[in-house]
């Protein structure tokens, strides 16, 4: 029988065969572990890491403070927005990584629109 993790890569696999990021509209990666969530843009085109910011990063981490998971994955939400329009990128191709859109992926998503993001 897979196991939860083994259900998730697949799903992974599937996701991915749809959704790729180039130069124009890199893709926005979420990973989430029972502590933290990350979040990363890549060019797939040249296999290159845009950005990356996740609730260990050191400008974050002060603004976490004893907020609850959710919360955690607003702030890291509305970071990366804003590391990404430092970049210059707006558009992006979100990949949920093979979670569900609920919860800590869905507050992530959403705070990055909010903060003008486009996806």
Known sequence: MPTKSDSRQRRKRRIRKHVNGD????RLTVFRSSKHIYAQVVD????????AVSTLSKGISG?????????????????????????????????????AYHG????????????????
Do not use: M, W
């Not at 130069?23 to 890199?26: F, H, K, L, S, V």
């Open 104 to 119: 800590r992926v869905k507050t992530l998503a959403e705070s990055a629109r909010e903060a003008g993001l486009e996806f």
């Open 44 to 51: 797939d085109s040249s296999h290159q890491s845009l950005v």
């Open 23 to 26: 130069a124009e509209r890199p």
């Open 63 to 99: 603004e976490l403070g004893d907020k609850d998971k959710s919360a955690r994955a607003a702030i890291v939400g509305k970071a990366i927005a804003e590391a990404c329009k430092s970049k210059g990128i707006t558009k992006v191709v979100f990949d949920r990584n093979g979670y």
